[in-house]
């Protein structure tokens, strides 16, 4: 669901003033100024206020607002549970058919709103509904955007995101001149690693080490890791919906296996049943 001009709903809890539009400002009032009664565009306030504005109509509706997570709304009644996430002026709304339909009635006696249908891409992520009723995450548009800033579109294939013997590589080669480019491919990489393939996060998090004075070596294996990513575009992860689904965690540490400093490094995956839906 689209709200639309969403920020133009808030309500501002400060006194907010700005200059007279051009082309409306009377003979002799040019030093007045307008006191804002709502939110608009620009505002450093409007975010907020908008968000205030939705969470109170939500909450109005019967749903709750999550304290781990000021952006999800789950609706109280546990009987039927529906769940609706606020991105800025975008809703995705989770639940039965009918209780979707209900709720985006009840929005629409408020906003002026645009219903997109059944998701397929949210924020970058592909969502795909399979055969048995499960859905598939991947995020090979933003992949091939990726490969293509940092014009590795001919590169090489590879199977693997890191070489396993990186750490144990360190050298002395060349700083990098410039380490704006190595910063803002990481930056990339890290949203990848964090939403749908835990495969690379272990390779993002020891190169993101590195970006105040990368080094020739630690861009090669930033490459790398887009390389992989192009060779594995098509890899999905799983969401299943299985009622009976057990919520199991699994931490581990090397204990000590950076040989150059004798730092651990540990890590920690949550599955929900069969699907890993958090890993760091």
Not at 37 to 57: F, M, T
Not at 67 to 92: E, G, H, Q, T
Not at 157 to 168: A, G, H, R
Request: proline letters at 3%.
């Amino acid at each position: 669901v689209d709200i639309k001009t969403a920020f133009l709903h808030g309500n501002l809890e400060d006194e907010v003033y700005m200059s007279q539009p051009e082309g409306d400002i009377e003979a002799g009032q040019e030093q007045k100024v307008c006191k804002l009664n709502k939110a608009i565009y620009g505002l450093k306030q409007a975010a907020r206020a908008w968000h205030l504005k939705i969470g109170e109509s939500l909450i109005k509706y019967g749903f709750e607002q999550s304290k781990a997570d000021p952006c999800l709304f789950k609706f109280a009644n546990n009987v039927n549970p529906m769940y609706i996430i606020v991105y800025v002026d975008d809703l995705l709304v989770a639940g039965k058919e009918e209780d979707i339909r209900k709720i985006i009635k009840e929005l629409e006696e408020e906003y002026e709103l645009k219903n997109l249908g059944e998701v397929n891409y949210y924020l970058g992520i592909n969502i795909e509904r399979t055969k048995e009723g499960n859905f598939a995450l991947n995020q090979k548009n933003k992949i091939e955007e990726i490969v293509e800033k940092f014009n590795l579109k001919e590169a090489k294939p590879t199977n693997i995101p890191m070489d396993p013997n990186y750490l144990k590589q360190e050298g002395e080669d060349d700083l990098l001149p410039n380490n704006t480019q190595y910063r803002k491919a990481v930056g990339a990489l890290l949203y990848i690693a964090t939403v749908s393939r835990p495969d690379i996060a272990v390779a993002v998090n020891i190169l993101s080490r590195r970006n105040e004075k990368p080094r020739e070596r630690d861009w090669n294996a930033v490459k790398r890791i887009i390389r992989y990513l192009k060779t594995t575009a098509e890899l999905k992860l799983i969401i299943n919906m299985d009622k009976e689904s057990i919520l199991t965690a699994f931490c581990d540490a090397d204990w000590a296996n950076d040989k150059s400093d004798r730092k651990s490094t540990s890590g920690s995956v949550f599955k929900l049943g069969n699907c890993t839906i958090q890993w760091m």
